[in-house]
T-cell receptor, first 114, second 111 residues
């Protein structure tokens, strides 16, 4: 049973297109995240949702719009894709947001914009 | 949040003990130290967390000196499957659970 699952695993698309990445967690966690890992392997948080409410938005272009229909799902929609959006996107979840937060990550979605 | 410094890469051989040290000179009083492991083509995975002295679990040990300005992740008897990137994170998750990842240490275990 996959704890945090993302679809698709790979996504190749042309510049200017709109695409979505879906994420689901079956851990019963109340907090979900999107992280971006660039070609240099740096992992950086993009968004954090707690109980379906946005609590972190890390200066991400407004072409990126997360949507959380319920606590178990956090989808990422990207409009007008650009070459620089090529990266691996990780969804994660945790129970709470305290100091002892242990985040569980999905397998990642490798997005390639051509 | 405290900045961390770790070696960019390390090499080891199967069966050896590997120690990865992380410097965090500006660690605050209420900061915790957490290590994550990332295998190729996978998301990061929590390994261990501590505040001071020593913490041990089934995967690793974490040594934290009294001044807490550094910490050492110890992997006993590594195998080829321990080849991964190891991230040291320092900071209190008081902002929505945000994790700040540094560059990590790429550990390569050879036969």
């Amino acid at each position: 049973d996959t704890a945090v699952s993302q679809t698709p695993k790979y996504l190749v698309t042309q510049m200017g297109n709109d695409k979505s990445i879906k994420c689901e967690q079956n851990l019963g966690h109340d907090t979900m995240y999107w992280y971006k890992q660039d070609s240099k392997k740096f992992l950086k948080i993009m968004f954090s949702y707690n109980n379906k409410e946005l609590i972190i938005n890390e200066t991400v272009p407004n072409r990126f719009s997360p949507k959380s229909p319920d606590k178990a799902h956090l989808n990422l929609h990207i409009n007008s894709l650009e070459l620089g959006d090529s990266a691996v996107y990780f969804c994660a979840s945790s129970q709470g947001t305290g100091w002892d937060t242990e985040a569980f990550f999905g397998q990642g979605t490798r997005l390639t914009v051509v | 949040l405290a900045k961390t410094t770790q070696p960019i890469s390390m090499d080891s051989y199967e069966g050896q003990e590997v120690n990865i040290t992380c410097s965090h000179n500006n660690i605050a009083t209420n900061d915790y130290i957490t290590w994550y492991q990332q295998f190729p083509s996978q998301g990061p995975r929590f390994i261990i967390q501590g505040y001071k002295t020593k913490v041990t679990n089934e995967v690793a040990s974490l040594f934290i000196p009294a001044d807490r300005k550094s910490s050492t992740l110890s992997l006993p008897r590594v195998s080829l499957s321990d080849t991964a990137v190891y991230y040291c994170l320092v900071g209190v998750s008081n902002q929505g659970g945000k994790l700040i990842f540094g560059q990590g240490t790429e550990l390569s275990v050879k036969p």
